[in-house]
């Protein structure tokens, strides 16, 4: 049976003991040292063992502290009552709960002591009640925000994925609270699922954050900027004037925090140097640099890109680098990108994971979201069944479409006012080898339309 030795200096401390002796006296031994009769009032239980004794009178308690407790708990108000007490029991080797008042007071850290501080519990309780504020278990384990509850929102990029996702963080998913029932071994996600995770405080507040993510902040998670990079040597004026006009298109409708154009290979002057004087527009001529995918790569995390702007031919010469980048692209169409009307997406095994981007962008792009199932009766079923149980379906404009027994690249490719959005999830192949032996999870290579290209982990 555990002994427990309180020295009760404190209004408070009889609220400690009215718990010990209604729920856990049964635990073990409770010995308090007090010097106001008001603490012990009303207790005559046993188990419970009472020293009205002055603090300050340490002969009169060592022989009681060598009882050999388990745990010493020193529960005083008054903070030089409390360091005289701290002062003369520190040096023995049972472990201590200082109970400290006083927000100025600093304590050095001592192995054997462990300190509350009421303070910072206020505090953290108050913080913990804010909307929006991660909910972190403060008096479990280390105590220092290592166990961290959240609710997984409708529009969370976390949502329909395994909790096998959160190992890339270096986090671990303990448990899953579904429809208030405990979920032993879920397999997936799913939006308004809460969850317990187990980590280092850091990587929690990271992790916290990305599931948040609120919707109409594309392209972030992945970055804050639209990069557009041109080589002035491969396009003309044509083209290079259809390219400015879908990056300061998309400038325009999504969250991003700046156009990035940057120019390679100048030759004639173009009236792209007359964005200068808008502040949120930066334009960079490099002189030396001549290489498309080398430019691209060393600028791709100094200017925080979120989603790169791209031709369709630079995305076919350049499609295993793109991938190994692992940003969103948007890979630029025959059609003029304002003409879109709709975003679509083949229904394929990568579909859910992209399901929160699709959201996004249709919110974003004020267009509706179109899923096309080429198989609806076999393969793509379960998936189908997956999209239509998201919430966000009620507020975005939904269609679903049957494309069985017709060519869906030939039937897309036909398709008027709509760009495309699909899963990056694989080095895609060549454009002959998909002509040869065509896969529905690389159609975006056959297919000429603007369509986003958004990084997703492949989890085979």
């Given at each position: ?53 002055n ?54 850290p ?52 395994t ?11 303990a ?67 259809k ?25 004639t ?49 350049y ?51 179109k ?43 036909s ?6 959005a ?39």
């Amino acid at each position: 049976m555990s002994k427990i030795l309180i020295f009760a200096g404190a209004k408070e401390a009889k609220l400690l003991i009215e718990k010990i002796a209604n729920n856990y006296l049964n635990l073990g031994e409770f010995h308090i040292i007090y010097e106001d009769d008001e603490i012990k009032e009303g207790f005559e239980k046993e188990n419970l063992f009472f020293y009205k004794i002055n603090f300050y009178a340490f002969e009169n308690y060592k022989n009681i502290i060598k009882k050999d407790f388990d745990k010493i708990i020193i529960f005083i108000k008054n903070q030089k009552t409390a360091e005289f007490v701290l002062k003369h029991i520190k040096l023995y080797k049972t472990s201590i709960v200082f109970v400290k008042f006083w927000y100025e007071y600093k304590l050095p850290p001592i192995n054997n002591i462990e300190i509350i501080d009421v303070a910072d519990i206020i505090t953290n309780k108050v913080i913990d009640l804010l909307p929006g504020v991660p909910l972190f278990a403060r008096n479990i384990g280390l105590g220092q925000g290592e166990i961290l509850e959240v609710e997984i929102p409708p529009h969370s990029p976390f949502i329909y994925k395994t909790p096998s996702i959160f190992k890339n963080y270096n986090v671990r998913m303990a448990t899953l609270y579904r429809n208030g029932e405990l979920k032993e071994n879920p397999k997936i996600i799913l939006p308004n699922d809460k969850i317990i995770l187990i980590g280092r405080p850091e990587r929690l507040k990271e992790i916290f954050h990305r599931i948040k993510n609120s919707i109409g902040a594309f392209p972030q998670p992945y970055g804050q900027n639209i990069y557009l990079l041109l080589d002035m040597k491969k396009f003309n004026q044509k083209e290079i004037s259809k390219f400015l006009k879908t990056a300061l298109f998309l400038h325009r409708k999504l969250k991003n925090k700046l156009l990035i154009i940057k120019i390679i290979n100048p030759t004639t002057k173009h009236r792209i140097y007359k964005l200068f004087k808008f502040p949120d527009i930066s334009i960079i001529t490099d002189y030396n640099e001549t290489s498309y995918i080398k430019a691209l790569k060393k600028d791709i995390n100094k200017f925080n890109i979120g989603l790169t702007i791209i031709p369709n031919e630079i995305f076919l010469s350049y499609k295993k680098e793109f991938f190994e980048i692992r940003k969103p692209i948007l890979k630029v169409g025959k059609e003029s990108i304002k003409k879109c009307q709709a975003i679509g997406a083949i229904v394929n095994k990568y579909t859910p994971n992209i399901a929160s981007i699709l959201y996004d962008l249709s919110h974003q792009l004020g267009i509706g979201i179109k899923f096309f199932e080429i198989d609806p009766e076999n393969n793509s079923k379960e998936i189908v069944s997956i999209l239509k149980e998201i919430n966000f379906l009620k507020t975005a404009k939904v269609e679903f479409i049957s494309i069985k027994n017709q060519n869906p690249i030939t039937y897309l490719n036909s398709l008027k006012n709509i760009c495309l959005a699909e899963a990056f999830a694989k080095i895609p192949p060549s454009k002959l080898k998909m002509i040869l032996h065509p896969k529905i999870e690389f159609s975006y290579i056959l297919i000429d339309k603007n369509q986003f290209l958004i990084p997703i982990k492949d989890e085979e």
